[in-house]
């Protein structure tokens, strides 16, 4: 018998590809009764399912953020790389290097196998683990940045850019546009590498991933909430908000602000101008093309999927490397701050 093909059984619905052998959704847009969830943004984890099943740290992130009561009735924890049967098919969790807890969703069935990428980036981060390739028959992939202009530099290099510019304005305050969940911590880890260790300030919106990152065992050293601080102490720091508050009020509080924004989006430079940043910085949980071109390569499925982002230019590459390609279009992800 031969391996009945995934498009026969991962099936793209209005809620979200839905697994028919093992009666499971992979982070779906609704609440189902029982889902399969990547990762904790807002744009894959969302309220409300009967069943839920995904890493600890995801869970845990999950919980932080819509409240136990809401990050589903029954709440099971699947380590990375330990099999379990579904039904009809078999689900491993794999990581996906994206944010802590992110996994890719492999799915075996009946000889076939598929895997899901979930978000995903090929860069080291301090704060979770590496992306691991999985040989497959079709590879579901995303392609946030799929455009040749995207390319992310090393983010210790855009860190540098930072820190050179704290020296340079020592009395004015570094604000940070960036997520709350993944980035935020990727920067705190990042400038700890870098050697940073003074006190980080943070928006009150970012402290309690934080504390939930810390509470799993990633160490982010001395934080501090920037809303109560001295307005003293927050000249020449390093200030981290969400993307939304870095040119509203809350960041005119502060004395002469440089406005960063950490961002793959910062590659445009009429975006940063627009944002209103003065200090762009290129840093990115997604993978860039050429990341998006080797993984698909590494990989070397007979078949790619591309769920949502910049699928056209992907598609076209990978039908040059000789591999089927075709697009999802799935909406309703992409915007990973809508939390
Ligand atoms: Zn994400
Ligand atoms: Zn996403």
């Keep these: 018998m031969t391996a009945p093909h995934p498009k026969t059984w991962l099936k793209t619905l209005s809620d979200g590809l839905f697994c028919e052998p093992g009666g499971f ?34 869970l845990a992130v999950m919980r932080t953020r819509m409240g136990a009561d809401r990050a589903g009735d029954v709440q099971q924890a699947l380590a990375y790389h330990e099999p379990l049967q579904m039904n009809d098919v078999t689900v491993t969790l794999v990581p996906a290097g994206h944010v802590l807890g992110a996994a890719q969703i492999v799915i075996d069935h009946r000889g076939a196998r598929a895997v899901i990428s979930g978000d995903y980036k090929r860069q080291p981060d301090p704060t979770c683990a590496p992306f691991e390739p999985v040989p497959c028959d079709v590879f579901v992939t995303e392609a946030t940045f799929g455009l040749p202009v995207f390319h992310h530099p090393d983010a210790q290099d855009e860190i540098a850019r930072l820190l050179n510019s704290q020296k340079l304005f020592p009395e004015r305050t570094h604000v940070v546009g960036c997520y709350a969940l993944g980035k935020c911590q990727r920067l705190i880890a990042e400038l700890r590498r870098a050697g940073y260790d003074a006190p980080i300030y943070l928006h009150g919106a970012h402290m309690p991933v934080c504390e939930t990152y810390k509470s ?40 002469d602000p440089v406005v960063c924004m950490a961002s793959g989006w910062m590659r445009i430079r009429q975006r940063a101008k627009a944002g209103g940043v003065e200090l762009p910085l290129i840093i990115s949980d997604h993978a860039d093309w050429d990341d998006l071109l080797a993984t698909i390569r590494e990989i070397g499925a007979p078949e790619i999927w591309v769920t949502h982002g910049a699928e056209e230019a992907l598609i076209h590459a990978a039908s040059r490397m000789q591999i089927r390609a075709r697009a999802l279009r799935m909406v309703g992800y992409g915007d990973e701050d809508a939390a």
Excluded: F, Q
């Design 25 to 58: 959704y992979v982070d779906p847009l609704r609440p189902v009764s029982h889902a399969v969830i990547s990762h904790a943004h807002a744009d894959h984890a969302r309220p409300g399912h009967r069943n839920v099943l995904a890493t600890e740290g995801t």
């Design 216 to 255: 799993l065992g990633v160490d982010l050293g001395d934080l501090r909430p920037a809303t109560v601080a001295a307005k003293a102490d927050l000249r020449g720091a390093i200030v981290l908000a969400p993307p939304s508050a870095i040119a509203d009020r809350w960041a005119r509080r502060l004395e």
